[in-house]
Nanobody, 116 residues
């Protein structure tokens, strides 16, 4: 079982930046490689939506609403994936979740609130 822990959320003004982190580990403590990971978000009253993903070869994909503003990256040595969010907008307000694509595991989420 893969465990994911997100951090880095918070309250920021529109136009500001935040960097989210997602640390992955195995519940049995065994060393593993994170391979492909993704970020999703869920705003109040809305369905969870895909934001970005990164493959084991570090190729990236972004939703149109965040392309050019968000950057996903990974540090395989630390089993950690990041989401750098710049030029934040109020409509980016949501709980952000990371997911380990191979296992289907999800983190608990971290709240991002962007004030206008």
């Amino acid at each position: 079982q893969v465990q994911l822990v997100e951090s880095g959320g918070g309250l920021v003004q529109a136009g500001g930046s935040l960097r989210l982190s997602c640390a992955a580990s195995r519940s049995d403590g065994r060393i593993f490689s994170i391979y492909a990971m993704g970020w999703y978000r869920q705003a109040p009253g809305k369905q969870r939506e895909w934001v970005a993903d990164i493959s084991s070869a570090s190729s990236t994909n972004y939703a149109g609403s965040v392309k050019g503003r968000f950057t996903i990256s990974s540090d395989n040595a630390k089993n950690t994936v990041y989401l750098q969010m710049n030029f934040l907008k109020p409509e980016d307000t949501a709980v952000y979740y990371c997911t380990h694509l191979a296992s289907g595991s999800w983190g608990q989420g971290t709240q991002v609130t962007v004030s206008s």
